[in-house]
């Protein structure tokens, strides 16, 4: 850590400030009360939340999925706030880790860039669709709206689960087999120096074309629920495009934050964006983003999927029963 | 997927567009998060503020709408417009420009990206793409495209 620091000193001044930041505004704190909030409350809540988010920010970068997957199940299965302000908030939370470890990412050669931007035009228009159509549902809908996407996210993550299952740990150099013309006129491939093993590796992306085609259906399922994306982005990437699962994830991050920043828009000018929610875990990202940016070169990714596989299914678990229950009006005891 | 054949184990080149896009990010977002802590700290500050993150985090947590958050609070619901720049001076508007900000730095770091993959890498394709993902990004910003929110 302390070899870290001295590394990156951008990222002491961040936690400086931040420890900073939050002393004066716990020290010298003006807010009123307001509804059930105290103004210390309020500072406590601002707090907390960013804790949280440093802490989701690691296991999503080094996962590769970026911090929404867990940010959105969470609040939407065990708050009652608005899905807008979920979804607007998860973008962002899946989006400033991805945008803080591009940097350190690209630097070392785990992104590349060639593959990030072949897949982010199909990602950026899909995550724009994804969002009208959430905000849509939302104005149309109402509470059913928010019940009905309750329980299709619980059942998708159910699903990112057991693809995490599935995909299991001979997919970490994947092999590309049979490459397409298309696939070989495009050029997805390269070479990255893989510190945990102390060498050079090559890969070549494969199955392009089916790829994009996916990134597409994956944009729309971010934008929509407010995931980011990330979840599919390295499944895809890895599975189908044989790319190592390294740079699947490093690239995923990237991806994530340039898909976001177009499908994030029109929720801050519709004030779904409100700062003093995200703010907070806007900052636990950036900080979390680096560390865990930083942590991915050494360690092997595999480990990381036993935490999120666990965590994707209690989360679904209590998705599924809160849209059941609105849906039919009854009560099922869940967590 | 295989080991390369290079008997110095070399660390192999790492593409300048890359570097360029990723640099770009990397800073904007540093400095995004920099004036965001400034603005959470203003807001905490700023005795009696007509934005104030008590009455924000008690609707927000109570569930109510958008609609009904913004309601009676010193600035009125933004309706497709850069609501922030208008409040800057104020906790809540100047966190938000630091959220902005972080959020905006994607469409610079393209450009500069798409630049070296064209006069630098030889490699116009890809150029062509990171122009077109920013212009989809500018007309996002701009607000060419818009939601169904008013």
């Given at each position: 850590m302390q070899d870290l620091m001295k590394k990156v000193p951008e990222l002491s001044l961040l936690i400086g400030l931040s420890i900073v930041g939050y002393f004066v505004m716990g020290a010298f704190n003006q807010v009123g009360e307001a509804g059930a909030l105290t103004g210390g409350g309020a500072f406590v809540l601002v707090l907390a939340s960013f804790i949280l988010s440093v802490m989701i920010a690691i296991v999503a970068v080094i996962a590769g999925v970026g911090g929404g997957v867990l940010f959105t199940p969470i609040m939407m299965a065990f708050t009652t706030m608005d899905t807008l302000i979920i979804r607007s908030t998860g973008l962002v939370v899946a989006m400033f880790s991805g945008l803080v470890s591009s940097g350190p990412f690209m630097r070392k050669g785990l992104a590349d860039v060639k593959i990030v931007l072949y897949c982010a035009i199909p990602i950026i228009a899909g995550a724009m669709l994804g969002s009208y159509a959430a905000i849509a549902l939302a104005e149309v809908m109402g509470a059913q709206g928010d019940a009905i996407v309750r329980l299709l996210l619980g059942l998708i993550l159910v699903f990112i689960a057991i693809l995490f299952i599935v995909g299991g740990s001979n997919t970490e150099y994947p092999e590309p087999g049979h490459v397409s013309r298309f696939s070989e006129w495009m050029g997805l491939k390269g070479s990255y120096y893989e510190e945990s093993l102390g060498r050079p590796m090559s890969y070549q992306a494969t199955r392009v074309g089916i790829g994009g085609l996916l990134f597409l259906l994956v944009g729309f399922t971010g934008g929509f629920f407010g995931l980011g994306g990330g979840w599919a982005v390295v499944p895809v990437l890895n599975l189908v495009m044989t790319t190592p699962l390294k740079i699947s994830a490093a690239s995923s991050g990237v991806l994530l934050a340039m898909g976001n920043s177009a499908a994030i828009w029109p929720y801050i000018k519709v004030g779904a964006l409100i700062a003093a929610l995200a703010a907070p875990w806007m900052l636990g990202q950036v900080i979390g983003g680096i560390l865990g940016a930083h942590i991915l070169a050494r360690v092997r990714a595999n480990f990381i999927r036993y935490i999120l596989i666990v965590l994707l299914f209690l989360t679904s678990l209590k998705l599924m029963s809160r849209g059941v229950e609105t849906l039919l009006g009854i009560d099922i005891p869940v967590l | 997927m295989s080991e390369q054949q290079n008997p110095k184990e070399s660390r192999p080149e790492i593409p300048k567009s890359g570097v360029a896009y990723g640099e770009t990010i990397y800073w904007g977002t540093i400095a995004s998060a920099v004036i965001t802590i400034l603005g959470q700290v203003v807001t905490f500050l700023t005795p009696g503020s007509a934005i104030s993150p008590?009455?924000?985090?008690?609707?927000?947590?109570?569930?109510?709408?958008?609609?009904?958050?913004?309601?009676?609070?010193?600035?009125?619901?933004?309706?497709?417009?850069?609501?922030?720049?208008?409040?800057?001076?104020?906790?809540?508007g100047l966190t938000m420009f630091g959220i902005a900000l972080g959020v905006f730095v994607v469409i610079p770091a393209l450009l500069a990206s798409a630049w070296v993959l064209f006069t630098r890498e030889g490699r116009p394709l890809f150029g062509v793409l990171a122009i077109i993902a920013a212009l989809i990004t500018i007309a996002s910003f701009v607000g060419v495209i818009q939601m169904p929110v008013g």
């Open positions: - | 008590s009455v924000l985090l008690s609707r927000i947590w109570e569930g109510k709408e958008v609609a009904a958050i913004w309601e009676g609070v010193g600035v009125a619901r933004p309706a497709n417009e850069h609501w922030y720049f208008a409040q800057i001076t104020t906790g809540e």
